[in-house]
Nanobody, 126 residues
Framework: QVQLVESGGGSVQTGGSLRLSCAHSGSVYDTPCMAWFRQAPGKEREGVGGRDSTGYTAYGNFVKGRFTISRDSDKPILYLNMNNLQPEDTAMYYC????????????????????WGQGTQVTVSS
């Protein structure tokens, strides 16, 4: 079993920053590919960024250098550092994990991930 617990969401003003955390427990070594997704009301879930089994990261086009994914060196925690937040970034943010037998799941989108957290809300006001 794999458990993912997100934290760090909140309300910020335009241009602000947040750091989201995803605590990864259970079969951590069997699920090395992780990612962040988000979903706003009335919209489809979209990929924010993913990290594959080699540590390579990829991001959605809308990120434009504002967000960075990293992994804690000592603990199984995945971070999403978000800068220059805009109102359109308002959404529920989800952490996801996968066994990624091909080394990466990012190219499959949300279907590439088997395990999901409950989400943490990010609200950006103008």
């Amino acid at each position: 079993q794999v458990q993912l617990v997100e934290s760090g969401g909140g309300s910020v003003q335009t241009g602000g920053s947040l750091r989201l955390s995803c605590a990864h427990s259970g079969s951590v070594y069997d699920t090395p590919c992780m990612a962040w997704f988000r979903q706003a009301p009335g919209k489809e879930r979209e990929g924010v960024g993913g990290r594959d089994s080699t540590g390579y990261t990829a991001y959605g086009n809308f990120v434009k250098g504002r967000f960075t994914i990293s992994r804690d060196s000592d603990k199984p925690i995945l971070y999403l550092n978000m800068n220059n937040l805009q109102p359109e970034d308002t959404a529920m943010y989800y952490c996801a994990a996968s066994s990624c037998p091909l080394g990466s799941s990012w190219f499959k989108g949300a279907r590439g991930y088997s395990y999901w957290g409950q989400g943490t809300q990010v609200t950006v006001s103008s």
